[in-house]
């Protein structure tokens, strides 16, 4: 799945895809994800902008998803 930049709309990143047989393939490597003290975010590699990301835990793992643009 590719997760876009709600500033630009450039792509941001790739999700795993899983097959239905449960297989899992790699869409590349994950962002990474900083921390300035008050958000988690992701710098959109187009336009630059703090994408803030917001913490999505469920019983198999934590994940991340994008929010806003960081002002």
Known sequence: MKVLCPGCNGLLYET?????????????????????GDD???TCPHCQ???V???????AAT???PSHVKP
């Open 40 to 42: 988690a975010y992701i």
């Open 63 to 65: 994940g991340f998803r």
């Open 16 to 36: 795993n895809v899983i097959a239905p047989d449960g297989s899992q393939s790699s869409a590349g490597k994950p962002p990474a994800i900083h921390n300035d």
């Open 53 to 59: 990301m917001l913490r999505s835990d469920t019983s």
């Open 49 to 51: 902008v703090k994408v």
